[in-house]
């Protein structure tokens, strides 16, 4: 899988990649790519997260993070009780003192 090869399936991995035992599912985060328009990046990008497996095939993106919203995932990747949980550096309440989108959030998605 190269992330720069097409912009849309996520540039930047910037977490460790988390495993779900039972399926032997792989998890990380995209601090750029998808199709959101407003966080920067390539095209503006906004991050994603996706799965791939323990053999490097099956890569696919399970969500692509919108404009305006949560946004450029960042820090350490949980998964808990068939769940993802993560951080972002974008979103949530608005920042007084910065021109970001917000302050960043805590999000999750079941896979």
Sequence with gaps: ???????RDGQS?????VLDAETGTLYGT?????TGTTCGGYNGSCGTIFSIDTLGDNY????????G????????L???SGA????SYDGGTSCPDRNYIGCGTV?????
Excluded: R
Excluded at 1 to 7: G, Q, R
Excluded at 30 to 34: A, E, K, L, R
Excluded at 60 to 67: A, I, M, N, S, Y
């Design 13 to 17: 991995p910037i977490s460790p990649l």
């Design 30 to 34: 995209t601090f750029y790519g998808g």
């Design 69 to 76: 919203g949560v946004a450029s995932p960042n820090g350490q």
């Design 107 to 111: 999000w999750k998605l079941t896979p």
């Design 60 to 67: 696919q993106v399970l969500w692509e993070f919108p404009k």
């Design 84 to 87: 993802l949980y993560g951080v």
């Design 78 to 80: 949980v998964f808990h």
């Design 1 to 7: 899988m190269a992330f720069y090869s097409h912009p």
